[in-house]
Nanobody
Framework: QVQLVESGGGLVQPGGSLRLSCATS????????MAWFRQASGKEREFVAA????????MYGDSVKDRFTISTDNAENTVYLHLNSLKLEDTAVYYC????????????????WGQGAQVTVSS
């Protein structure tokens, strides 16, 4: 059974940093494309970042490019999202997603999801 569990969310001041983790189980980690999405209250789910299953391809949403970084640890079967220079508009629930075949920016293309981690940016 595929499981994705996010952690590391919290309250941070503007300009601060956080690291989100997504621990995975139930599948062969290096055979899946991994992604992060976010959803702010009252808004649609938004693509944040993705890494291909062979770790050679990376994609970022325009609003987070040059501030956020996605990385993986194959030994720990974990994908990370490093959030830097946080802004008020980065406040959202952040979701980890996985799919064995698709490496896209659309949420509908991912077959497996975590429960989400709240990130709140506030002074």
């Amino acid at each position: 059974q595929v499981q994705l569990v996010e952690s590391g969310g919290g309250l941070v001041q503007p300009g601060g940093s956080l690291r989100l983790s997504c621990a995975t189980s139930g599948f062969t980690f290096n055979q899946y494309n991994m992604a992060w999405f976010r959803q702010a209250s009252g808004k649609e789910r938004e693509f944040v970042a993705a890494v291909s299953r062979d770790s050679t391809g990376f994609m970022y949403g325009d609003s987070v490019k040059d501030r956020f970084t996605i990385s993986t640890d194959n030994a720990e079967n974990t994908v990370y999202l490093h959030l830097n220079s946080l802004k008020l508009e980065d406040t959202a629930v952040y979701y980890c997603a996985a799919d064995q075949y698709r490496f896209r920016k659309k949420a509908s293309q991912y077959g497996h999801w975590g429960q989400g981690a709240q990130v709140t940016v506030s002074s």
